[in-house]
């Protein structure tokens, strides 16, 4: 009997490997929230001070996406990845032992660019190692539940943390986790040939696109503190979106572009992207101002408020997997639509909720909520993969990754301020709401949620009308001129 693990064996482990690597670092994005009133407690920390612990992260995560998935393309994913766990460690090990709020901010920028690295190479890795189609969308659905799952149970987790251990260890208990992935990655993720290169590294492209995510996504951040029409958030939109135009205009004409803007004139993959971006702003806004709604309005414990939304990790944990395999007999186009659809619809059935409602008023709505999520978020990433010959993957997924991230941004702050608009002050460390203002915050809740809803619908309504049907079904090849698996 051969010493070497099984090739069958050792693409799982590979899977499992980095499927864990993306739910560490998407977990980071949600696990911190329960934690930050013991912070600033214990760092005496200002409201911005502890805003500026979650956006840190998010705009150096979402800010170098692009450029860390097409250095890993030229690069090397397996080399990369491994780089970008090391970074991740580091950054959690600065968190954990933070003396003061400076210092945390500093490391949750340090800690950003791990997941920067690591999230396009994770899905680069997983296209180059199941080149099977049905085989690639089971694995993307387990790599989308990594992701879903994080979000949904980040709550769960940090209260749990937090009650037992206190907040440092929401950070620490990422140390050896990643020692462990990257032990196990050394051995059992496979080295992918680097994609020819045939032209220099496009550094203009690369400071281009970094800096117009960054503005904008740092003017989506501050917008609900300084006003959407204040002059420094014009500055950031406009300066942010004439980057983006010079990225496009750039790109568009130089050969070995950084980001193939071409790709945007195929239906299916603008489609997945642009309803990637739908379901993190309604899915992730949903889960945060959910949760303040538990911990504010109904003053329920960190735990509790972790259990409170964990029917939503349920639901999600049941249709990814659902959704890898229904790709493989139905298509892309079918569970994308479907799960929209179950998303929308459940976001707008939480719109019954009340001041004072019961925890199992919301249950069967949660459910449903990441169910839906759980059906459409495989077949999204599966179509924007699909769009690229494998040696590119890396930029397409960072480009799908930077997607979401960004309609993450922009629900946080969109939905918060909608929640909040009639509480001043209230956002500010999480702190508890009297009747009048929780009242208020239900009001600005049910906003917020009807605005979600309606975001997922027309999301679902844009997939039906522009994805063929049978769009990446075993029997039909890959539309709009991608090339096929």
């Given at each position: 009997m051969s010493d070497q693990p099984s090739t069958s064996r050792t693409r799982l482990i590979a899977l499992l490997v980095v499927a864990f690597a993306q739910f560490m670092a998407v977990m980071s994005l949600s696990v911190v929230s329960i934690a930050l009133p013991t912070i600033g407690r214990d760092l005496h920390a200002t409201s911005t001070g502890l805003e500026w612990v979650v956006d840190a992260y998010q705009l150096v995560f979402s800010s170098l996406l692009v450029a860390g998935g097409v250095v890993s393309d030229r690069r090397g994913r397996k080399g990369m990845f491994m780089i970008g766990v090391a970074v991740f460690a580091v950054g959690s090990l600065v968190n954990g032992t933070a003396p003061s709020i400076a210092v945390l901010i500093a490391g949750r920028l340090?800690?950003?660019?791990?997941?920067?690295?690591?999230?396009?190479?994770?899905?680069?890795?997983?296209?180059?190692?199941?080149?099977?189609?049905?085989e690639r969308a089971r694995a993307i659905s387990v790599?989308?539940?990594?992701?879903?799952?994080?979000?949904?149970?980040?709550?769960?987790?940090?209260?749990?943390?937090?009650?037992?251990?206190?907040?440092?260890?929401?950070?620490?208990?990422?140390?050896?986790?990643?020692?462990?992935?990257?032990?196990?990655?050394?051995?059992?993720?496979?080295?992918?040939?680097?994609?020819?290169?045939?032209?220099?590294?496009?550094?203009?492209?690369?400071?281009?696109?970094?800096?117009?995510?960054?503005?904008l996504t740092l003017a989506i951040i501050e917008a609900p503190t300084h006003g959407w029409l204040s002059d420094p958030i014009v500055i950031a939109f406009a300066a942010g979106l004439g980057s983006l135009v010079?990225?496009?205009?750039?790109?568009?004409?130089?050969?070995?572009?950084?980001?193939?803007?071409?790709?945007?004139?195929?239906?299916?993959?603008?489609?997945?992207?642009?309803?990637?971006?739908?379901?993190?702003?309604?899915?992730?806004?949903?889960?945060?101002?959910?949760?303040?709604?538990?911990?504010?309005?109904?003053?329920?414990?960190a735990l509790i408020t972790g259990l409170c939304v964990f029917?939503?990790?349920?639901?999600?944990?049941?249709?990814?997997?659902?959704?890898?395999?229904?790709?493989?007999?139905?298509?892309?186009?079918?569970?994308?639509?479907g799960g929209l659809l179950l998303c929308g619809a459940a976001t707008l059935g939480l719109l019954r909720l009340a001041p004072r409602?019961?925890?199992?008023?919301?249950?069967?709505?949660?459910?449903?909520?990441?169910?839906?999520?759980?059906?459409?978020?495989?077949?999204?990433?599966?179509?924007?993969?699909?769009?690229?010959?494998?040696?590119?993957?890396?930029?397409?997924?960072?480009?799908?990754?930077?997607?979401?991230?960004?309609?993450?941004?922009?629900?946080?702050?969109?939905?918060?301020?909608?929640?909040?608009?009639?509480?001043?002050?209230?956002?500010?460390?999480?702190?508890?709401?009297?009747?009048?203002?929780?009242?208020?915050?239900?009001?600005?809740?049910?906003?917020?949620?009807?605005?979600?809803?309606?975001?997922?619908?027309?999301?679902a309504a844009l997939a039906a009308l522009l994805i063929p049907r049978g769009f990446l079904s075993p029997d039909r090849t890959v539309a709009e001129g991608a090339p096929a698996s």
């Amino acid at each position: 009997m051969s010493d070497q693990p099984s090739t069958s064996r050792t693409r799982l482990i590979a899977l499992l490997v980095v499927a864990f690597a993306q739910f560490m670092a998407v977990m980071s994005l949600s696990v911190v929230s329960i934690a930050l009133p013991t912070i600033g407690r214990d760092l005496h920390a200002t409201s911005t001070g502890l805003e500026w612990v979650v956006d840190a992260y998010q705009l150096v995560f979402s800010s170098l996406l692009v450029a860390g998935g097409v250095v890993s393309d030229r690069r090397g994913r397996k080399g990369m990845f491994m780089i970008g766990v090391a970074v991740f460690a580091v950054g959690s090990l600065v968190n954990g032992t933070a003396p003061s709020i400076a210092v945390l901010i500093a490391g949750r920028l340090l800690q950003g660019l791990g997941p920067a690295i690591v999230a396009p190479t994770t899905l680069a890795i997983i296209s180059a190692t199941f080149t099977e189609r049905r085989e690639r969308a089971r694995a993307i659905s387990v790599w989308s539940s990594g992701s879903g799952l994080a979000l949904a149970l980040g709550p769960v987790v940090g209260g749990v943390l937090v009650d037992a251990f206190g907040w440092r260890a929401v950070f620490l208990v990422n140390v050896p986790l990643a020692l462990l992935i990257m032990a196990l990655g050394s051995r059992y993720v496979q080295r992918i040939p680097r994609s020819p290169a045939l032209h220099p590294f496009d550094w203009t492209g690369a400071v281009l696109t970094t800096v117009a995510v960054a503005l904008l996504t740092l003017a989506i951040i501050e917008a609900p503190t300084h006003g959407w029409l204040s002059d420094p958030i014009v500055i950031a939109f406009a300066a942010g979106l004439g980057s983006l135009v010079a990225f496009v205009a750039w790109e568009r004409r130089r050969p070995g572009a950084l980001v193939d803007v071409s790709l945007f004139g195929r239906a299916p993959f603008t489609v997945a992207n642009v309803a990637g971006m739908s379901v993190f702003f309604a899915f992730v806004g949903g889960i945060v101002y959910l949760s303040a709604y538990f911990q504010q309005v109904q003053h329920r414990s960190a735990l509790i408020t972790g259990l409170c939304v964990f029917p939503i990790g349920l639901g999600f944990f049941a249709g990814a997997p659902a959704s890898g395999r229904l790709i493989g007999r139905l298509g892309a186009r079918a569970p994308m639509i479907g799960g929209l659809l179950l998303c929308g619809a459940a976001t707008l059935g939480l719109l019954r909720l009340a001041p004072r409602s019961p925890i199992a008023a919301a249950w069967w709505d949660l459910l449903l909520v990441g169910l839906g999520a759980g059906l459409c978020l495989t077949p999204m990433t599966t179509t924007a993969v699909a769009a690229v010959v494998h040696h590119r993957a890396g930029m397409a997924s960072a480009v799908h990754n930077s997607m979401r991230q960004f309609g993450q941004a922009l629900g946080v702050a969109v939905l918060g301020a909608l929640v909040y608009a009639n509480i001043p002050g209230g956002q500010a460390g999480g702190v508890s709401l009297n009747r009048a203002q929780g009242g208020a915050f239900v009001s600005g809740l049910h906003l917020a949620l009807l605005v979600s809803g309606i975001c997922l619908l027309l999301a679902a309504a844009l997939a039906a009308l522009l994805i063929p049907r049978g769009f990446l079904s075993p029997d039909r090849t890959v539309a709009e001129g991608a090339p096929a698996s």
